[in-house]
């Protein structure tokens, strides 16, 4: 496949500076930050019915923009997978939430806030899912070191 | 009482039954006829049958918050359960998770391609396999290797028979929950022999590392086929079995049909994938839809659910059992002969015995087990259908023998966000139901 779906053509058609490209065979979109959930819900509108997965890499050292937001939509209706790929420079980790135009992205975006420190504009609950509530750092950003953190224990109060 | 009877739900490749024609984009999904209005409120407790008089209400007792788990022995596992109750009926519920988190995408980074199964296979320990193909896949495509036949057909025998164990033990642990105890007993019965199968062929009855990028670890044990007919045999028997004591109890019937239910439209927004999504009537499946791993040259049927209810979700998955029977019956005919991994060995070493005699055998072995398999600079997504659904891995490489990024999206973990849709305005005594129904495995949800 190296030809672009119509269906994406339409997409790209729509806004500007939204590129599409392959990726070992796969369809990308590479979104501009800013028009994050406006080209979302432009998938969604065109047949994208569900939001797969969502998450993000840190490039720290690989790429000037540091981090990448990623979602993977899924179109049942036409047997279609597309990928959205976002850069997200370190000094503004702030994107736009997805949660209105799909509500299953509540999880991940959570999760994409306690692994990578990236905050979701419009989340309705941003707070860590998998790490403790008092965690401190973002674990899988590549500045934080394995084995280095040491075990946090909570101390009893008082004598029992 | 409304005349309440036990339907089942349709198998593709059988005659359309009329609902099916009515479907939408969105699915086939009905209400399931709702009970009298008398006996609703009865449930409720607005209703009250005996003497006991309600007194004036007061604003304090209206709700209440209950903390269900994270050990209560139905989470199946350690979930913790907000519960927002107004007296017996949960009208707001939340879903803690996080206790089982050991940071498996992180470790993930800090293994090489070649060790990567060994961490995945921890995260769905009733689907290992899964997840290991879906691991495996995504390296091979990054890799852009063959896979040879042989290894392709274990794979898929090994995948499905995995399935079958995962349902059983689903279709275990809800009796359990609804307080079917022998189907428990039963369940795990035959579920032994599947796993005394893999521990023969994989060496371990969970955690197999058995399917690795390239290929398998080790080819199937010698008399495979009768090991592989007598489960078929055993589990078709254990069936019926369930069949009998579930299908038609009406015990079973009272606590699943019209309970926790979840509509097409809500799955495919909240991201719900496989036998869920396709309890409520949407016709769905990987291994049809994007096949992998050559399952598309087996014939199966894909069952398809009409309610989006408890009773549809257990339906779908006995008759999952059965299809999946079916695949493992045909591959074991089919088998081909040939390599079990890519003789590429670049990416897989040399049998032991080459290194005796081959100078090359042993660079390749060495470079392999020090240095690890340089992948190319690339990211890829690839999914495939797990008993939970659409069980993807997401791979990102910097052309380096240790992935960049590895982000497993684990099916459970989407999974559980519906589990307040399918809670709310239920009654207490169904929550215990609708999770078990939903099948949530914690491993997988927390990673």
Same mark, same amino acid.
């Given at each position: 496949?190296?030809?672009?779906?119509?269906?994406?053509?339409?997409?790209?058609?729509?806004?500007d500076?939204?590129q599409w490209g392959?990726?070992?065979g796969?369809?990308?979109?590479?979104?501009?930050?800013?028009?994050?959930?406006?080209?979302?819900?432009a998938?969604?509108?065109?047949?994208?019915?569900s939001?797969?997965?969502?998450?993000?890499?840190?490039?720290?050292?690989?790429?000037?923009?540091?981090?990448?937001?990623?979602?993977?939509?899924?179109?049942?209706?036409?047997?279609?997978?597309?990928?959205?790929?976002?850069q997200?420079?370190?000094?503004?980790?702030?994107?736009?939430?997805?949660?209105?135009?799909?509500?299953?992205?509540?999880?991940?975006e959570?999760?994409?806030?306690?692994?990578?420190?990236?905050?979701?504009e419009?989340?309705?609950?941003m707070?860590?899912?998998?790490?403790?509530?008092?965690?401190?750092?973002?674990p899988?950003?590549?500045?934080?070191?394995?084995?280095?953190?040491?075990?946090?224990f909570k101390?009893?109060?008082?004598?029992? | 009482?409304?005349?309440?009877?036990?339907h089942?739900?349709?198998?593709?490749?059988?005659?359309?039954?009329?609902?099916?024609?009515?479907?939408?984009?969105?699915?086939?999904?009905?209400?399931?006829?709702?009970?009298?209005?008398?006996?609703?409120?009865?449930?409720?407790g607005?209703?009250?049958?005996?003497?006991?008089?309600?007194?004036?209400?007061s604003?304090?007792?209206?709700?209440?918050?209950?903390?269900?788990?994270?050990?209560?022995? #139905?989470?199946?596992?350690?979930?913790r359960?907000?519960?927002?109750l107004?007296?017996?009926?949960?009208r707001?519920?939340?879903?803690?998770?996080?206790?089982?988190?050991? &940071?498996?995408?992180?470790?993930?980074?800090?293994l090489?391609?070649?060790?990567?199964?060994?961490?995945?296979?921890r995260?769905d320990?009733?689907?290992?396999?899964?997840?290991?193909?879906?691991?495996s896949?995504?390296v091979?495509?990054l890799?852009?290797?063959?896979?040879p036949p @042989?290894?392709?057909?274990?794979r898929?025998?090994?995948?499905?028979?995995? @399935?079958?164990? #995962?349902?059983?033990?689903?279709?275990?642990t809800?009796?359990?929950?609804?307080?079917?105890l022998?189907?428990?007993l039963?369940?795990?019965?035959?579920?032994? #022999?599947? =796993?005394?199968?893999?521990?023969?062929?994989?060496?371990l009855?969970?955690?197999?590392n058995?399917?690795?990028?390239?290929g398998?670890a080790a080819?199937?044990?010698?008399?495979?086929?009768?090991?592989?007919e007598?489960?078929?045999?055993?589990?078709?028997?254990?069936? =019926?079995?369930?069949?009998?004591?579930?299908k038609q109890n009406?015990?079973?019937?009272?606590?699943?049909q019209?309970?926790?239910?979840?509509?097409?439209e809500? #799955?495919?927004?909240y991201?719900?994938?496989?036998?869920?999504l @396709?309890?409520s &009537?949407?016709?769905?499946?990987l291994?049809?839809a994007?096949?992998?791993?050559?399952?598309d040259?087996?014939e199966?049927?894909?069952?398809?659910?009409?309610?989006?209810?408890?009773?549809?979700?257990?339906r779908?998955r006995?008759q999952?059992? =059965?299809?999946?029977?079916?695949?493992?019956?045909?591959?074991?005919?089919?088998?081909?002969?040939?390599?079990? @991994?890519?003789?590429?060995?670049?990416?897989?070493p040399?049998?032991?015995?080459?290194?005796?005699?081959?100078?090359?055998?042993l660079?390749?072995?060495?470079?392999?087990?020090?240095?690890?398999?340089?992948?190319?600079e690339?990211e890829?997504y690839?999914?495939?259908?797990?008993?939970?659904?659409?069980?993807?891995?997401? =791979?990102?490489?910097?052309?380096?023998?240790h992935?960049?990024?590895?982000h497993?999206?684990?099916?459970s973990?989407?999974?559980l966000?519906?589990?307040?849709?399918?809670?709310?305005d239920?009654?207490?005594?169904?929550?215990v139901?609708t999770?078990?129904s939903?099948?949530p495995?914690?491993g997988d949800v927390?990673?």
């Open positions: 496949m190296s030809e672009m779906h119509p269906l994406l053509g339409s997409i790209v058609e729509q806004f500076g939204v392959l990726s070992s796969q369809n990308v979109l590479f979104v501009p930050k800013a028009l994050w959930r406006d080209v979302a819900q998938c969604k509108d065109a047949g994208f019915e939001l797969v997965d969502e998450t993000a890499v840190d490039y720290l050292g690989k790429r000037d923009v540091r981090f990448e937001v990623v979602a993977n939509l899924l179109s049942l209706r036409h047997n279609l997978r597309v990928r959205l790929r976002a997200v420079p370190e000094d503004d980790t702030t994107v736009a939430s997805l949660v209105p135009v799909y509500p299953g992205a509540n999880f991940y959570r999760e994409v806030w306690d692994m990578f420190g990236i905050t979701f419009g989340h309705p609950d707070t860590r899912i998998l790490m403790p509530d008092d965690w401190e750092g973002h899988l950003r590549k500045d934080y070191q394995v084995g280095t953190v040491p075990v946090q101390s009893s109060p008082e004598a029992r | 009482m409304s005349e309440r009877t036990f089942d739900v349709w198998v593709s490749g059988t005659e359309e039954p009329e609902w099916l024609l009515e479907a939408t984009d969105e699915g086939a999904q009905k209400m399931q006829p709702e009970e009298p209005e008398e006996r609703l409120l009865e449930q409720e607005a209703r009250v049958v005996d003497d006991y008089v309600v007194e004036e209400e604003p304090e007792d209206e709700l209440m918050i209950i903390n269900m788990g994270p050990q209560h022995p #139905s989470t199946h596992g350690v979930l359960l907000q519960l927002e107004e007296g017996e009926i949960i707001r519920s939340k879903p803690i998770i996080g206790y089982l988190h050991t &940071g498996m995408e992180k470790t993930g980074e800090q090489t391609f070649m060790q990567g199964p060994t961490n995945v296979t995260m320990y009733l689907a290992p396999m899964h997840n290991e193909l879906a691991f896949l995504a091979e495509q890799l852009e290797i063959e896979i @042989r290894a392709q057909a274990i898929i025998l090994m995948t499905e028979l995995n @399935r079958v164990s #995962s349902h059983l033990v689903f279709l275990a809800a009796g359990m929950d609804i307080g079917a022998s189907m428990m039963y369940g795990f019965r035959e579920r032994e #022999s599947i =796993l005394a199968f893999f521990e023969k062929t994989t060496g009855r969970m955690n197999h058995y399917i690795r990028p390239g398998v080819d199937l044990p010698d008399g495979w086929e009768d090991d592989v007598g489960i078929v045999e055993k589990v078709n028997r254990g069936v =019926l079995d369930y069949e009998d004591l579930l009406p015990i079973w019937l009272e606590r699943t019209g309970v926790g239910v979840v509509t097409a809500e #799955s495919l927004a991201g719900i994938t496989g036998p869920n @396709r309890a &009537g949407v016709n769905w499946d291994r049809k994007q096949p992998y791993s050559g399952i040259q087996y199966f049927d894909v069952p398809v659910g009409q309610h989006g209810d408890v009773y549809d979700r257990y779908i006995v999952e059992i =059965l299809q999946s029977l079916r695949i493992v019956r045909q591959v074991a005919d089919r088998m081909p002969k040939g390599d079990y @991994r890519t003789e590429d060995r670049k990416v897989s040399p049998p032991r015995a080459r290194i005796d005699q081959s100078m090359e055998a660079i390749h072995h060495f470079k392999i087990y020090t240095g690890g398999v340089k992948v190319p690339g890829v690839v999914a495939i259908e797990s008993p939970r659904g659409e069980l993807g891995a997401y =791979l990102v490489s910097d052309g380096g023998t992935p960049w990024r590895m497993m999206r684990t099916p973990f989407c999974n966000q519906a589990l307040p849709v399918a809670m709310a239920s009654l207490v005594a169904d929550t139901a999770i078990s939903l099948d495995v914690l927390d990673r």
